[in-house]
């Protein structure tokens, strides 16, 4: 039977396998960080930057207890990727050069260590994120975006300021659990992915989900997807794969556009 024209069809022959098929952990290490510098770039052009604050990481392939992130006090939207920095998870640089952010550490170790499924994860201090975030409420399954988040997102509502204590990086970790989001109350969103691509594109399309509920609530009483609907719609908008192949446009795009970037 024919797929209609506007379907998706993703069909692996291996359920939600990814599409990270390289052997050498140095093609691996590669795409991961020429990634890592795209998508920063694309949160500088998305306006997701706020002075110095926000950082995107990627776990090493090999070194799978360092993750690779962008150096506090570079714009998103100059990044590239000569300047990322290896960190291990006690917080030493160990390759590159550039001052190491903090909160990033803090939080971005907790979320690795705790959480090795995950291989990347993206903060930023986005404006509608930030906004969304002070109603200490979590996403409704209002459109069809905002379903890749349908019970699978969490509420985290301890905001005690800066995160620079491992506690509070822990905690983060703990409220994420298996889920691909959080919403950190009075702060903003953090996502995480299986792979650079897909912990990017959630951020993205969380933050615009955020957008789209406070639009809606303002103008008037929302009617929210209903559940076994929701449900069935995260299962195409919200898988692994969806997130990778939901990316790979956007990387297109800015690499094609600023291939300096890959530098």
Wanted: glycine share 8%; with cysteine; proline share 4%.
């Amino acid at each position: 039977m024919s797929q209609p024209a506007n379907a998706i069809v993703m069909n692996t022959g291996a359920g939600d396998a990814l599409p990270e098929t390289a052997q050498d952990p140095a093609l691996i290490r590669q795409d991961r960080k020429n990634k890592l510098a795209a998508a920063l770039r694309l949160f500088g052009r998305f306006g997701f930057d706020e002075g110095v604050a926000g950082h995107i990481t990627v776990r090493d392939p090999e070194r799978t207890d360092h993750f690779w992130v962008n150096p506090m006090g570079r714009s998103f939207k100059q990044m590239t990727v000569s300047d990322l920095l290896l960190v291990s998870h006690t917080g030493e640089v160990v390759q590159g050069e550039g001052l190491l952010n903090g909160a990033a550490f803090t939080i971005h170790s907790q979320i690795h260590m705790a959480l090795p499924a995950v291989n990347a994860a993206a903060h930023a201090h986005s404006v509608y994120g930030k906004a969304f975030s002070a109603l200490g409420q979590e996403l409704l399954p209002l459109t069809q975006d905002a379903c890749a988040f349908y019970q699978d997102h969490a509420l985290f509502e301890e905001f005690t300021g800066v995160v620079l204590d491992d506690d509070e990086g822990r905690r983060i970790a703990a409220a994420l659990g298996a889920r691909k989001a959080a919403i950190l109350q009075n702060h903003g969103l953090i996502t995480v992915g299986e792979t650079i691509d897909a912990a990017a594109w959630w951020y993205i399309t969380l933050e615009r989900s955020c957008q789209a509920q406070l639009l809606a609530q303002a103008a008037g009483s929302v009617r929210a997807i209903p559940h076994e609907v929701a449900l069935q719609t995260r299962e195409t908008v919200g898988s692994p794969l969806a997130g990778w192949f939901s990316f790979q446009p956007l990387y297109d795009v800015i690499t094609a556009e600023q291939p300096e970037l890959l530098d």
